[in-house]
């Protein structure tokens, strides 16, 4: 799990508590248990994003969200150990000697690149395949990212109707008095679920999607830019200096030590 999304989460609705309490007591918690406010916004923010996208895209929210909660990253520095062992070997032996390395990769974009190599591809039809399979994983990513944009965009948006709709319901039945602050503070909640889902759920999220989109672009550039160099017969000490331009400088000393595919 991605400990920063959901310690940000839980830390603020914790903050949140603690202050109401702290100024209110546990009774003033009683006002934002409003499930009528909760519905609207909620409901109304899934429903007009099923008006804005196909009803597949929108069921997919769910792996969306699943997929940011999940800590993600590939170590970049054993892609390139790896690719520098493989052309070390393929050197020695030539390219059908990989095929029983390409068997125990684990990144499965990486296996298929360096398959092309083994199978005699010429280096045009490698980049197209490759490079067009990331133009799809690409578009792919930007539709969640979308989503998740227009539903912190929905949120506010139906909370404001929600507080306007309260206050509506309010003034009709303005008769008593006594009941205005209380009938006000439940309209309120409505703002309150719509901001608190819009700025620290669905926008956030889409953000952490577009880091997370870029951070697994950048580990396939590095794979084809591998299979490349694999393909072209460069040496060992070429495929390493050109593979370390992509890393941070504390990841280029651990390429030393990462393990070759058995």
Known sequence: MD???IGGIVVFFALTVVAIVHGEGVKGLQPFANMEALLLVGGGTFCATLVNYPMSQVLG??????????????DTSRIVGTFVALSQ???????????NDVKGLDNDFQRRGIQLVIDGADQEFIRNMLETE???IRERHKVGQEIMNAMGTYAPAFGIIGTVLGMIMMLANIEDAAQVPKKMAIALAAA???LGAGYLLFLPMAGKLRR?????LLVKEIIIRGVLLLQSGATPSVVEANLKAYLEPAKRVMIKTAEAPA
């Open 3 to 5: 400990i920063a999304t």
């Open 89 to 99: 070997k393929a050197k020695r032996e030539g390219f059908l000697a990989l095929q």
């Open 61 to 74: 929210i769910f792996g969306i969200i699943r997929n940011v909660m999940r800590s993600h990253g590939e």
């Open 192 to 194: 309150f679920y719509g």
């Open 212 to 216: 997370r989109s870029e951070e697994e």
């Open 134 to 136: 990331i133009g799809f």
